[in-house]
């Protein structure tokens, strides 16, 4: 009889975790499920999010929602104590939950396939994302469910979006505003020079979200006073790229926290700039320099502020692909300006802007870390900080999460091998926790195709 006792009921389908018998000093469970539960995972070689080397031979010490210690697994025995669960996980490979800093759960509210993705987000290592715009009611009440674990979903983090009231004429906003009208409801709001910004921001903090989301049509002068207030209040903005008729520099010197997109990083090189988003055309690949002057001022300003580029390569790649023939070859010149903003030193988050195929097993995050590698030339350990430690910094969280040490939330990623020697490692997932809480992979379901046809 293994010495092993479970709490934590989805961990007893866990096979791995069943036949781990000979965890070092296991004890009694606790009896009361009021108490928070402890539980040390051990026998782990732990990547901290940091940017540290791995370190072999680790445990992890979980105490309700946060983690408790972080120690040799020399140390233990010392430490073990009634009511600690111990979880053998036999040379596994532990890293902070993934951060998805580019989602999309609410543009058009559909809770069926709102589900399907979260679920698969989760029980894929993202334990927490950025929803940069969609319906804040239905984000309010799916964040709500995710945070108190009523759904088996990442904590979700969404913006309040702003931009110049021709903007609001895009069919999306329409969508996330059914019922109401989009420009003028506190989660996407026309902005005007005459707007009371103090009012604005703080309608957009009252709606729940976590930042505002510049996407389009404002002027550099309107991006500086919407950056001023929204910090005034302890707020973070989020900008595109680009803004139309504001570049890449305009919302860098603004200070806004991060920009989205590597491929909206080629408008500079379109003359004449388009002035909205609306009457853009593609950016031409022969116009874009990797080593034009303008562009690397621009990273070395953003290396200097601290500015995240919010990549989001396969989002485009995706878009190439369903183009097919036709493809004007988006995902090349994402690729092309993220591995420059990488070269350069700025920090890079991992954003997908898509969910990905209803049918496959992993979340979109998985490719994008893979192009990150494969096109952008990142290295796996940079790659990894960047789905970690440079993802709560985007959502300025980095105080709460992306790393795993004593004090933050208890959210981890357990793969079977090595992801520093190979990015696809880490769609081996062997087990998720969040805020404590254990996701074995063994429980997740893939929808039937069926289930999600003609809603996905
Ligand atoms: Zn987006």
């Known amino acids: ?110 809770r069926r396939v709102a589900e399907a993705n979260l679920r698969r ?25 995710a945070r108190l674990g009523e759904i088996a979903s990442p904590d979700i ?17 329409h969508m996330a505003a059914r019922g109401a009208q989009p420009g003028a409801v506190p989660w996407l709001q026309a902005i005007t020079p005459k707007t009371d910004l103090r009012t604005a921001v703080t309608l957009a903090r009252g709606c729940g979200a976590s930042g505002i989301k510049v996407y389009a049509d404002l002027s550099p002068e309107l991006i500086a006073a919407i950056v001023a207030e929204a910090h005034r209040q302890n707020f973070p903005v989020w900008s595109h790229a680009t803004v139309f008729p504001s570049l890449p520099a305009d919302s860098v010197a603004a200070g806004v926290d991060s920009i989205s997109h590597a491929y909206l990083l080629g408008y500079p090189f379109m003359v004449p700039t388009p002035n909205s988003y609306a009457t853009k055309l593609p950016v031409d690949p022969a ?31 995706e878009t190439d692909r369903q183009a097919g023939a036709k493809s004007l070859g988006r995902g090349a010149i994402a690729e092309r300006l993220a591995a420059a903003a990488y070269r ?8 997908t802007d898509h969910a990905g195929a209803p049918d496959s097993p992993a979340p979109a995050l998985n490719e994008e870390m893979e192009l990150l590698v494969e096109k952008a030339g990142m290295s796996p350990a940079d790659v990894v900080h960047a789905a970690t430690q440079v993802g709560a910094r985007a959502l ?59 809603v996905w």
Not at 78 to 107: I, S, Y
Not at 288 to 310: C, N, S
Not at 345 to 351: A, C, H, P, R, T
Not at 427 to 433: A, C, G, K, N, S
């Open 157 to 173: 983090h969404y913006s309040a979006l702003m931009a110049g009231p021709g903007f609001f004429n895009d069919p999306r906003t």
């Open 121 to 145: 987000c989760l029980y894929g290592g993202i334990t927490a994302m950025r929803d940069m715009a969609g319906d804040a009611r239905f984000l309010a009440e799916l964040a709500r469910e």
């Open 396 to 454: 300025k969280l980095d105080a709460e999460m992306g790393t795993v040490e004593p004090g933050k939330l208890a959210n981890l990623l357990v793969v079977a091998k090595n992801p520093l020697a190979d990015i696809r490692a880490l769609r081996e997932v062997i087990l998720t926790v969040k805020r404590g809480k254990a996701y074995p992979r063994i429980d997740y379901h893939q929808p039937a195709p069926d289930d999600l046809d003609g």
């Open 287 to 317: 116009k874009v320099h990797e080593d034009d002057p303008r562009l690397q001022k621009l990273f070395a300003e953003m290396r200097r502020r601290g500015t995240i580029l919010d990549a989001t390569l396969t989002a485009y790649v």
């Open 344 to 351: 350069a030193g700025v920090l890079i988050s991992v954003g």
């Open 1 to 110: 009889m293994p010495a092993l006792r479970l709490l934590q009921a989805p961990l007893a389908s866990l096979a791995l975790l069943a036949a781990a018998g000979a965890a070092q000093g296991a004890t009694e469970p606790a009896l009361d499920p009021a108490q928070p539960a402890l539980t040390c995972y051990t026998n782990i070689t732990l990547i901290d999010g940091s940017g540290m080397p791995a370190r072999p031979a680790m445990a992890v010490e979980v105490d309700g929602e946060r983690i408790r210690a972080v120690l040799p697994i020399a140390a233990l025995p010392a430490r073990t104590q009634p009511g600690m669960t111990v979880v053998d996980l036999k040379g596994a490979w532990v890293l902070p939950g993934l951060v998805d800093t580019h989602e999309h759960v609410g543009t058009s509210p559909n």
